[in-house]
């Protein structure tokens, strides 16, 4: 039970990072780590409902922006639909599987960070399960809202850090610690900052998708930072992939419920936002 309990502190209050220690073994990691590359690269990903969901918003008119397009399979889905699609990643090798992938998009090597765009040239800018393996995903949504147009559209999705685990089957006494960490998080605040980082695990062999994950955003705190920065939000939700997923009627409506409720809205599997920029 104390191994449990210490799990759990560790999950809701992870230790500090030492981001100079990571940050040289982070960049060989993505220069390095081609396996890693071909599987974030895998062709079903353009089938997938986040990705579907986007697809459904775009007009042909379109110039749209993807922050961290990896091997590019949703940027080539998505530059099959609009005017004009550019893409950018900070690897070189992302970046080579993208060119044999996507010959309509346009490729820039890129810190998401700081995006080589002049302000309100874009009309839609969107990344999907990136802001997690960046030490600053604010910077990032400040940029993905900087080039966007007014009136234009900011949409990602990303694993929430902070999830309760509601579609697993948990113990009622990990269930009971979990919630009262949970009510601790979102009322202690987080030094004035949506994300918290964690130390990732590049040692993993083999890899997965979320072992170079190094932050947690708190989607508690994303509209009011989005509207910080002249974004209104106009869907954030928790559950949008476990409604996906479920395997009933009843399972989805249950997520449902969930993702209206005042407290458990911010505490489901993974985090599904989309702006406007005012």
Known sequence: MISAISNIVRYWWPPPVDIAAIAERLSRFYAERSDYHAMTASEDRADHPQVRALLEMLDPSYFTVEFGCGGGVVLDAVSRRVRRALGMDVSPIALRRAATRSPKAVLAGADAARAPLRDGCADF?????????????EAV???MIRVVRPGGRVFFTTPNGYSLDLHLKLRASVRWINLAAARAVLHSGRAGRIYQNIPPNLDAMPVYPDCDMITRIHPADLAAFAEKHGCETLRLETFFFQQHKAPSEAERQRYAQLDRHPFYRYYGDHIFFLGRKR
């Open 125 to 137: 800018s969107y990344c999907f399960e990136m802001l997690e393996h960046v030490w600053d995903p």
């Open 141 to 143: 949504i400040r940029e």
